[in-house]
Each structure stands twice: as C-alpha cells, then as structure tokens.
C-alpha cells in the first residue's frame, strides 16, 4: 500500500448491496488498504432463520479477524516465497493471500462464500502490482466435498478451525492439497479448539511447532498462535 495514494472508490456492485468501506490495516512495518463491510451485526441480524437452518451460514466472511493481520504480516516478511505455490482457505476479504502474493507466491484465494470473493477480488485489485495479479486465482471452495489434484507448497489459514465438525474434513483436504514436505500455516486466536485442532493434525502425520505473537488490531491486543504443520517428506 502506497501511503499518499487515497483509498480507491468502493466497487457500485458492492457499495449497492453493503455500507463498506477501505481501512488501513497495519502489520509491523506493513500496511494494507482493505475493504470490509461497516457493521458485520447487521449481516448477522439479515439472516433469516430458514436461511440459517439450511446450512448454518454466519457471515464470517465480513469480518477482518487478527489472526488474518498476524498471518499477513508473518507471511510478508519471509525469505524466499518467491515461485511457492499457496492455497489460502477460507480467505474472507483476502488478507493474508495478497501478503503472501506480495512475497512472492503464486496464489489461490478460496472461500465457501460467494460474497467472501467478491470483496476478496477487490482488495487484490487495491493492494497488489499488475505483475502481483497475475500471480492471483479466485475460486470458491466448500472443503467438505472438494477434489482435485492440485498440490502446493504452502497452505495457509486465518480463524478457520473454530468448530470441531470441520476438523475431519480441513485434515483430509491437507493431507491432498500439501505436497510431500509441504507447510501448513495456521492462525488462530489460542482457542481450546485450536490446540486440539493441532494434537489431531500431529496424530495425522503433520509435525506441529507453534509460536505465540501479540497483535494489536480495532483498539484491542490479542494473543494469536501461527502454527507450521510439515507434512511428511513421502
């Protein structure tokens, strides 16, 4: 983000449907400009009960978790990311991908929700060179029932292991999606949940170390764990 450069206008297809707008982000030494919806409450009171009941859908999505601001400034500041295939899941408004696109790797962005993407494309747009661009895939991703054959280097993920249902099927899609030797890098707010996310992922055949980082982010500090998770050389 170039600091004298003002905020970009938000996008008529979203300024029609959300009261959103662009927000400095900071990182340590990094900053963003990213757009995210104005008050994520009020998604949260649009949902209807049947709507919720067919899936449980919260709008997660909207809301620019710490975890995201940690990660994003951790994956900014590595060495040698430069040709690293990533996957980001559950990316909400893209954080942590474009830090990592910003570093050097070649990028997929993915989330179950449509509207997740949609913010997601834009702050890319704000935030990234052309060449950076070039280097980012969007496409939506349910990773209960995912396939395919792809493999990356590096999996990336910000708040994505809050309820336990969803454990079984993150596990079996890393266990695709990371290639032999591969990384994982988890983010999360040092949720109960997250340490036994961790216990499972090292009973899969990950190698888990962890670290602790204190984020300041919305007037608060919150300690966030990013976890590395090896898969097996072979």
């Known amino acids: 983000m170039d600091p004298t450069r003002p905020f970009p206008a ?5 300024a029609a449907r959300y009261d959103a707008a662009f ?6 030494f990094f900053r963003w400009s990213i757009l995210s919806v104005n008050d994520t ?3 949260v009171d649009a949902i209807s009960p049947a709507r919720f009941a067919v899936d449980e859908r919260l709008p997660y999505w909207a809301d620019l978790w710490c975890s995201s601001v940690t990660l994003a400034g951790d994956l900014r500041a590595r060495p040698a990311m430069a040709g690293m295939r990533v996957l980001e899941l559950g990316c909400g408004l893209g954080l942590a991908g474009i830090a990592a696109a910003q ?7 993915t989330d179950y929700e449509e509207d997740a993407l949609l913010f997601a494309r834009c702050n890319v747009q704000a935030n990234l060179t052309l060449e950076e661009q070039a280097r980012v895939k969007i496409m939506p991703m349910d990773w209960r029932t995912t396939g395919g054959d792809a493999t990356y280097d590096l999996v990336i993920g910000a708040d994505i292991v809050y309820e336990r249902v969803n454990f079984p099927p993150i596990l ?8 032999p030797g591969g990384v994982v890098l988890i983010a999360d707010p040092d949720r109960s949940l997250g340490r036994d996310f961790l216990r499972e992922a090292g009973e899969n055949g990950f190698h888990v170390t962890s670290r602790r980082s204190r984020e300041e982010h919305g007037g608060r500090t919150t300690n966030v764990v990013i976890s590395e998770l090896k898969a097996p050389a072979s």
């Open 10 to 14: 938000v996008p008529p297809a979203i």
């Open 23 to 28: 927000r400095e982000v900071r990182s340590g």
């Open 41 to 43: 409450n009020s998604l």
């Open 103 to 109: 570093a050097g790797g070649a990028v997929t962005l």
């Open 172 to 179: 079996s899609l890393l266990r695709r999606a990371v290639r």
